[in-house]
């Protein structure tokens, strides 16, 4: 395991984590973005936070010796965001939250990516 994957997948596993907590949660920042794009508030808990806290267990038992869990959590957290960013241009809503699904979808890209090659 390189450093990069190290790092890059850690860091993916907090943010999504915290993404997942923050829609059980449901934070009051997420929700005017979530309202825009079409999506149900009794969504927050399931699937979403749901889904998102699932795919960081999943990188963390990837990084703990089941590479398998973690190729599929990070490929599950890269579709999960592609679509997010669909819900966002089906709504022509390119704010702040569309540039967070961007962000998410490159940071989990990248663990992937480095989740393959390791």
């Given at each position: ?22 829609a ?25 936070g749901t889904?998102k ?60 990516a ?5």
């Amino acid at each position: 395991m390189s450093t990069a994957h190290l790092v890059v997948t850690l860091l993916a596993i907090a943010a999504n984590a915290f993404s997942g907590v923050g829609a059980i949660l449901r934070l009051p920042a997420i929700l005017p973005g979530m309202a825009r794009v079409g999506i149900p508030e009794s969504w927050l808990v399931f699937p979403i936070g749901t889904l998102k806290l699932a795919g960081a267990a999943g990188l963390l038992l990837g990084l703990l010796g089941v590479p398998h869990i973690g190729h599929a959590a990070a490929l599950g957290l890269v579709l999960y965001f592609l679509a997010a960013l669909g819900f966002h241009v089906r709504a022509r809503d390119f704010s702040s939250q569309f540039g967070l699904a961007v962000g998410f979808v490159v940071l989990n890209s990248a663990t992937f990516a480095l989740t393959l090659a390791s």
